[in-house]
C-alpha cells in the first residue's frame, strides 16, 4: 500500500455513490427525496451523539483541570467561529460551489452549491477524515478510511438523488482535506495524544449536530465558518492540560 490510498478509495466511493444517486433520483417523487434528506439529518445527528460521547471519556477528563473539558470545547468553537467568520470560509465555500456550477454548467435554479457545501462539510467534518488519514500517512493501515468510504458512499447516493452534481464535485475538496492530513501523518510520526483526539471529535460532533438541523430544515447555521474549531480544539486542550 501507499500513502494515500484510503483517501483515493474514499473519493471514488463518493464520485460512484453521487452518479448512481443521480441515476436512480429521477425516479423518485419529491416526497420520497425529501424523505431521504431527512433520514440523513437524522442519520447525522445519530453520528454527532457517538462523537459526543467523547465529551465524557475518562481520558479527556483526567487530562484537564475539573470544569475545563466542556470550556475547552465552547472556546475551541468561539474561537474557531471568529476564524472563520474573519476569514469569511463560508462564503468561500459557496463562491466555490457557484464558480464550479458555472464550470459543470449546472442551472442556478439546481441545488448544484448546495449540494456541494453540505456534502463537502459532511463527508471532511468527521473524525474518521482527520484520524484515518493520519493513520494512512503513516502507513498504520486505512481501515478507518475504507469504513468512512462505505458511509459516504451511501450518503452521497442518497444526497445526489436530491441534490444533483453538486455531491459528486464534493469529492474535490474531501481529497484535498484528506490529503493534507495525510501529509501531515508522514510527518507527525505518531498519532497525538488521546485527550487531543478526543477534543477534535466533540468540536466534530457538535459540527455534525448544526449539518444534521441544517439538512431537517430546523436551523441555518453558518458551519463552514466554525471548521477552524477542529483545528482549534486540540491546540486549546493541549494549553489548558500543560498551564491550568
Known amino acids: 500500500m501507499f500513502p ?15 452518479t448512481t444517486g443521480i441515476f436512480i433520483g429521477h425516479r423518485l417523487n419529491s ?34 483541570p475539573q470544569g475545563w473539558p466542556l470550556l475547552v470545547v ?3 468553537l468561539l474561537i474557531g467561529g471568529l476564524i472563520g467568520s474573519a476569514l469569511g470560509l463560508e462564503d468561500r465555500l459557496e ?14 435554479e439546481s441545488k448544484f452549491v448546495e449540494g456541494f457545501v453540505t456534502s463537502s462539510l459532511l463527508f471532511a467534518i468527521g473524525p474518521l477524515a482527520i484520524l484515518g488519514s ?6 498504520n493501515g486505512i481501515v478507518q478510511l475504507i469504513l468512512k468510504s462505505t458511509l459516504d458512499f451511501f450518503a452521497a447516493m442518497a444526497f445526489a438523488s436530491t441534490l444533483g452534481w453538486g455531491v ?8 484535498i482535506y484528506q490529503g493534507f492530513w495525510t501529509i501531515i501523518g508522514l510527518g507527525l510520526g505518531q498519532v497525538l495524544p488521546a485527550y487531543q483526539v478526543d477534543a477534535m471529535t466533540i468540536v466534530g460532533g457538535v459540527l455534525l449536530i448544526a449539518i ?3 439538512l431537517l430544515a ?19 486542550a493541549l494549553a489548558v492540560h500543560t498551564f491550568a
Do not use: C, H, Y
Not at 437524522?42 to 459526543?52: D, F, N
Open 4 to 18: 494515500g490510498l484510503g483517501t483515493a478509495i474514499n473519493v471514488v466511493a463518493i464520485l460512484v455513490g453521487a
Open 31 to 64: 416526497k420520497t427525496r425529501s424523505l431521504l434528506t431527512d433520514v440523513l439529518g437524522l442519520a447525522t445527528l445519530l453520528g454527532a451523539a457517538s462523537a459526543l460521547l467523547a465529551l465524557w471519556s475518562k481520558g479527556f477528563i483526567d487530562a484537564l
Open 74 to 76: 465552547l472556546g475551541s
Open 95 to 108: 463562491m466555490l460551489g457557484e464558480n464550479l456550477r458555472k464550470r459543470f454548467k449546472a442551472s442556478k
Open 134 to 139: 493520519i493513520s494512512d500517512g503513516m502507513s
Open 168 to 175: 459528486a464535485v464534493a469529492a474535490i475538496p474531501v481529497g
Open 212 to 214: 444534521g438541523l441544517k
Open 218 to 236: 430546523i436551523k441555518q447555521i453558518a458551519v463552514g465558518n466554525l471548521l477552524p474549531a477542529l483545528a482549534v480544539a486540540p491546540l486549546l
